[in-house]
C-alpha cells in the first residue's frame, strides 16, 4: 500500500506502523468522520471459502465491546497497484506498542508489568470466550501495550480466517491447536502463558506467583492446566507492587516484638521505682 492512498474511497492512508500484524498495516484518516484508524492490507490464501470465513470472524469481532480489545470497525475490498483485489481491515487505533517490538528493541517488561499485561489480556481473552469465540493465535504481535502500562488484544479470529503467521513450530502454538479439535478457551491460555514465558518468564522467581501462573497455563495437557479464575488470582497478586518498606508481614512482627521489649522495659522501671 502506499501513503497517502484512499481506499474504499473513504480511508486516506497517512503512514506505516510498526507492527507486523497478518499484512501490512497503515495509520489512516477516515475522512467521513475524521477518526484516526488502523488499515491493514490482508492476502487471503487462495481457497474459494476464505473470504467468508475472514467475514464471518471480522463480524465477531466487531460485535466484542471490551476495553481489553481492540475494535473491529469495517472490511473493505479494494485494488491494489497491480490491479488485484485486497482485503482492508480496518480497526481502532488506541496509541500502543506492540509487546513483539518492545522485546525486539531489547527493553523487556518486569515480572511485575509482565504480570500487568498477562492479567488484562487474560481478561480481554475472557470476553472473547464468554461470546463463544477464541482468539485462535495470540502471540506477542497481538499484545499491544499503552502508555499507561495497559495491554490490549487485536487480530481476533483473524489466524483461523486466513492461517497463522508462523507455522508449526511456533513458540506460541499450543500442543492441541495442531489438530481439527485444537481451537478452545485452554488453548488461547496456553498461548497467553507462552507469551508471559517470553517476555518475561526468566526474570520470575522460581515458586512466585508470575512463575506459578506461567507454568500452569502452559501444562501439555488442557486437564492439567489452570482455569482463568486461578490464574488470574496468581498474576493479581504477581502485579501487586512492593510495599516501599519491605516485606509488611515480617516488618509488623518486628514492631510488634519491639513494642513488646519496650513496653517490659517501661513496666520494670516503673515497678523498681515504686519499689
Not at 475494535?71 to 485494488?79: E, F
Request: some cysteine; overall charge neutral.
Amino acid at each position: 500500500m502506499i501513503e497517502g492512498r484512499l481506499v474504499g474511497g473513504r480511508y486516506l492512508l497517512l503512514d506505516t506502523l510498526e507492527r507486523r500484524g497478518f499484512g501490512p498495516s497503515h495509520r489512516a484518516e477516515d475522512r467521513i468522520t475524521g477518526r484516526t484508524v488502523v488499515v491493514t492490507e490482508i492476502t487471503l490464501p487462495a481457497d474459494d471459502g476464505a473470504r467468508e470465513r475472514l467475514l464471518a470472524e471480522v463480524r465477531a469481532a466487531g460485535r466484542l465491546r471490551h476495553p481489553g480489545v481492540v475494535g473491529v470497525l469495517d472490511l473493505i475490498t479494494d485494488r491494489v497497484a497491480d490491479g488485484g483485489m485486497r482485503e482492508y481491515l480496518v480497526t481502532e487505533h488506541p496509541e500502543t506498542r506492540p509487546l513483539s517490538r518492545v522485546l525486539t528493541d531489547g527493553d523487556p517488561p518486569s515480572p511485575r508489568r509482565a504480570a500487568v499485561i498477562g492479567r488484562d489480556v487474560l481478561a480481554a481473552l475472557r470476553a472473547v470466550h464468554a461470546e463463544g469465540r477464541t482468539h485462535g493465535g495470540l502471540d506477542p504481535d497481538c499484545v499491544l501495550l499503552a502508555p499507561d502500562g495497559r495491554g490490549l488484544v487485536t487480530d481476533i479470529g483473524l489466524a483461523r480466517a486466513i492461517g497463522r503467521r508462523a507455522t508449526g513450530g511456533s513458540p506460541f502454538t499450543p500442543p492441541e491447536r495442531t489438530g481439527p479439535d485444537g481451537d478452545t478457551p485452554a488453548a488461547d491460555l496456553w498461548s497467553l502463558g507462552a507469551v508471559l514465558h517470553h517476555a518475561a518468564g526468566r526474570q520470575a522467581a522460581p515458586g512466585s506467583p508470575l512463575d506459578q501462573a506461567i507454568t500452569g497455563l502452559t501444562a501439555a495437557e488442557p486437564a492439567g492446566r489452570i482455569g482463568p479464575d486461578h490464574a488470574e488470582a496468581l498474576l493479581e497478586r504477581a502485579a501487586r507492587p512492593r510495599p516501599t518498606g519491605g516485606d509488611l508481614g515480617r516488618n509488623r512482627w518486628i514492631l510488634l516484638l519491639a513494642a513488646g521489649v519496650l513496653l517490659v522495659a517501661v513496666v520494670g522501671m516503673v515497678l523498681w521505682a515504686v519499689l
